[in-house]
């Protein structure tokens, strides 16, 4: 039972435009999100998150938007870059919890120039 | 900066046989954790540790053991290695109290059981 889902595997988009991927979540517990991005041969790091208390939060070229009723979350890229194709984890956990992270199955960003 | 150290980084094994992936941490986190992430499948949960002398299991644990006998290392213990190991293993950590919940992953350690 996946409790973070990320249903398009892939988004190809082109230099410029936004680049908007979508995350679903059924676990009413959780009460902070979070989207990491990650290389080939490398580890995820942290791009941005959110708290439940909040609809929207920024960062930059990235925008996290937050939809508790619908329990989903998207993530907002303008404008898109070649440098920003990889794949895109979305990620879920509660505060009482052991910030343990739920991990989305992910979607590959490819930003074609 | 070294941040969160895995090794190794590539290992082959054959089945039933044991290894140690090694994980050490130099920002004094109290919290870790080891994922294992599946072609086209998220990071899943092995196992957690709070702190140092305390561990707990994640969502697939089974066939794993760790300890944390020290605050910076938590290593990874495979007794009897099963081709359903064949996976990336990441080690992360973060501090208790970081209210932006980042977890800092570490480049991540590729083994196959053959």
């Known amino acids: 039972d996946q409790q973070v889902k990320q249903n398009s595997p892939s988004l190809s988009v082109q230099e410029g435009r936004i680049s908007i991927l979508n995350c679903d979540y059924t676990?009413?517990?959780?009460?902070?999100f979070l989207w990491y991005k990650k290389y080939p041969a490398e580890g995820p790091t942290f791009l941005i998150s959110?708290?439940?208390?909040?609809d929207k939060n920024e960062d930059g070229r990235f925008t996290v938007f937050l939809n508790k009723s619908a329990k989903h979350l998207s993530l907002h890229i303008v404008p898109s870059q070649p440098g920003d194709s990889a794949v895109y984890f979305c990620?879920?956990?509660?505060?009482?919890?052991?910030?343990?992270?739920?991990f989305g199955s992910g979607t590959q960003l490819t930003v074609l120039p | 900066n070294a941040g969160v150290t895995q090794t190794p980084k590539f290992r082959i094994l054959k089945i039933g046989q044991s290894m140690t992936l090694q994980c050490t941490q130099d920002?004094?986190?109290?919290?870790m954790y080891w994922y294992r992430q599946d072609p086209g499948m998220g990071l899943k949960l092995i196992y957690y540790?709070?702190?140092?002398?305390?561990?707990d299991k994640g969502e697939v644990p089974n066939g794993y053991n760790v300890s944390r006998s020290t605050t910076e290392d938590f290593p990874l213990r495979l007794e009897l290695a099963a081709p359903s190991q064949t996976s990336v293993y990441f080690c992360?950590?973060?501090?208790?109290?970081?209210?932006?919940?980042?977890?800092?992953f570490g480049e991540g350690s590729r083994l196959t059981v053959l």
């Open positions: 992360a950590s973060t501090n208790r109290g970081d209210t932006t919940g980042e977890l800092f």
């Open positions: 676990n009413s517990m959780f009460d902070y």
């Open positions: 959110i708290s439940s208390i909040k």
């Open positions: 990620a879920a956990t509660s505060r009482d919890s052991a910030r343990q992270l739920t």
């Open positions: 920002m004094n986190h109290n919290y």
């Open positions: 540790s709070v702190g140092a002398g305390i561990t």
